[in-house]
């Protein structure tokens, strides 16, 4: 596993970025998207149909996703995972403290909700007391979920793909440590 300071021993092409609810996932691959000039596509968006319902078409997308030369993608669902790993050639875990990444999550539910932001296919968050209802409330389901990445799933998925390299990443200060040390667009 490599740190925020090593080096990578290729240039990335096809990128998954992990990490719990609010780590900042998709503000890290769209970053990635500037720096490599690599497509990145939302994971949600594929997931998420109307009425936050799972869409059927959503694994024939991610295999289509995957099929690509070069891609950045969230590294989320449990039916994903595998095909997403097993074509992946760089997974970067953002690992920040529980209270950084849960700040961040609390934040933007409550910015959405207010602002009745529409998502993926017109979803909106839906009202905030479906935080004490819903056991699959975002917010809830992080918190349940906290340890799932550092207990097994990221040792899983290094054993099964011993050739992924995997960058782990603890603060915002090593996120930009990483950007800063990727070879740019002209590079």
């Known amino acids: 596993m490599l740190g925020p300071r090593d080096p990578l021993p290729h240039r990335p092409t096809r990128v998954?970025?992990?990490g719990l609810s609010g780590a900042g996932k998709t503000t890290l691959a769209r970053a990635l998207q500037g720096v490599l000039g690599i497509p990145h596509t939302e994971i949600d968006s594929l997931h998420h149909g109307p009425g936050w319902q799972p869409r059927p078409a959503f694994l024939d997308d991610v295999d289509?996703?995957?099929?690509?030369?070069a891609w950045i993608s969230e590294w989320q669902y449990g039916s994903a995972r595998a095909r997403l790993a097993a074509r992946a050639d760089?997974?970067?875990?953002?690992?920040?403290?529980?209270?950084v990444s849960m700040g961040r999550l609390v934040r933007r539910t409550l910015r959405r909700r207010m602002r009745r932001e529409r998502l993926w296919h017109g979803n909106v968050e839906p009202p905030l007391r479906t935080f004490l209802t819903d056991p699959e409330?975002?917010?809830?389901?992080?918190?349940?979920?906290?340890r799932k990445y550092r207990d097994r799933l990221i040792p899983d998925v290094a054993a099964?793909?011993?050739?992924?390299?995997?960058?782990?990443?603890?603060?915002?200060?090593?996120?930009?440590?990483w950007l800063a040390g990727l070879p740019r667009l002209d590079d």
Do not use: C, F, M, N
């Open 90 to 99: 760089t997974l970067v875990w953002l690992d920040p403290p529980l209270a």
């Open 137 to 146: 409330h975002v917010v809830r389901y992080a918190w349940v979920h906290r």
């Open 16 to 18: 998954l970025v992990a």
């Open 160 to 177: 099964a793909h011993p050739e992924l390299v995997i960058v782990h990443l603890r603060s915002q200060a090593d996120v930009d440590r």
């Open 64 to 69: 289509a996703l995957v099929a690509g030369d």
